[in-house]
């Protein structure tokens, strides 16, 4: 995925570090990208009814 710059709070990042360790992941910042991916299959899933696979897209210039 894209690197996207967020700012988080003391609580945001403590709450990222559990989902870190839930999970089995190395990174907060991992942590994050799970965390939108999910929301985004669940949207998904919602609208079309069937589960949808994320994938990276390389973006090639024009």
Same mark, same amino acid.
Do not use: C, F, N
């Given at each position: 995925?894209?690197?996207?710059? #967020? #700012?988080?709070?003391? =609580? ?18 991992? =942590? =994050? ?6 929301? #985004? ?5 919602? #609208?079309?009814?069937?589960?949808? =696979? ?9």
């Amino acid at each position: 995925m894209p690197d996207q710059e #967020i #700012i988080v709070t003391d =609580a945001e990042h403590d709450l990222l570090d559990r989902v870190r360790q839930q999970q089995g992941l190395h990174s907060v910042e991992q =942590a =994050a990208e799970w965390l939108v991916k999910s929301r #985004i299959r669940k949207q998904s899933k919602q #609208i079309s009814g069937r589960g949808r =696979a994320l994938y990276a897209v390389d973006r090639k210039p024009l």
